[in-house]
């Protein structure tokens, strides 16, 4: 199944930004790019214009434009990209969720307007990022140039969900060429004595170091010409050592769960910190579901 990377777009200039993002890495992954846009309100009904009209109202002329034009100046930029539009009745947190039931990928901007009101701060971003069927791409920071040299970062901490985030690392990183920056984080004893947790894992050095080789070992049988780089680190939060290792990354990526030293990924506040706050964009592994 060819699936797209799908991105979400509703004019605003970050989710222009977004768009041109998505259709560098639909190049990059030798895939289509679906440009959609939802314009109902974004908890996904219609407001109608008197109390007797109730059916869905249509898209607008002027979105509909706005979609054929961005799509146009995306292929036209990139000869070979093929790039279709959507507009569907539905808020846009729950279309991109739908959407991804079929895609690649899904990317999303850090800020909206109109259709994407509150992307990446409001509730559509915690709908895709959260609910996602597939990887979820967020593009940040919003006003500031978005990186693209550097390595790829990922946090390691021994959970199922880290070890799939750190399998699509090691392939953004090879599409890149980049290196790929396995990070471990061990809370300093002021940060783990808040962390009394049952079962939790205390990652002294060692089993840090253990982790790291493991991860490592993993990449490296299956991506020998990848050059991996093994960073243990100490902070009062792994939320914390990730957002400042992050300014010298073009991407970051973590996982949809975890425990331990990223306990709660993705539906904490780790990662929802790393989502909001990270100085690159951010890749949120969620593994792929059956296209129904």
Do not use: K
């Amino acid at each position: 199944m060819d699936r797209p990377v799908v991105v979400g777009v509703d004019g605003s200039p970050t989710s222009l930004t977004a768009a041109e993002y998505a259709a560098d890495v639909a190049v990059a992954r030798s895939r289509p790019l679906l440009v959609v846009h939802g314009y109902l309100h974004p908890l996904g009904y219609g407001v109608p214009l008197n109390p007797y009209d109730l059916g869905v109202p249509a898209p607008t002329e002027e979105s509909r434009q706005m979609l054929e034009r961005v799509a146009a100046e995306l292929a036209e930029a990139r000869p070979g990209l093929r790039v279709a539009v959507r507009q569907v009745a539905g808020g846009p947190g729950a279309t991109l969720v739908e959407e991804s039931r079929r895609a690649d990928l899904v990317v999303v901007g850090s800020r909206g307007i109109g259709g994407f009101t509150g992307l990446l701060l409001g509730s559509v971003s915690g709908q895709v990022t959260q609910h996602g069927h597939c990887p979820v791409l967020v593009v940040r920071p919003a006003e500031q140039p978005i990186p693209r040299r550097g390595p790829v970062l990922v946090g390691v901490d021994g959970s199922t969900s880290a070890a799939f985030a750190v399998q699509l690392a090691a392939e953004e990183a090879g599409r890149r060429d980049t290196d790929l920056v396995l990070v471990h984080v061990r809370p300093t004893d002021r940060g783990r004595a808040g962390q009394a947790e049952p079962g939790g894992a205390d990652a002294g050095s060692g089993e840090a170091g253990e982790l790291l080789a493991e991860a490592a070992a993993r990449v490296r049988s299956d991506h020998p010409a990848l050059r991996v780089v093994e960073r243990a680190l100490e902070a009062d939060s792994p939320e914390q050592a990730l957002i400042t290792a992050s300014g010298e990354a073009a991407l970051v990526v973590v996982g949809s769960r975890g425990r331990g030293g990223f306990a709660g990924l993705l539906l904490g506040s780790v990662s929802q910190a790393v989502v909001q706050h990270a100085r690159c964009p951010v890749l949120v592994a969620h593994p792929h579901e059956p296209a129904p």
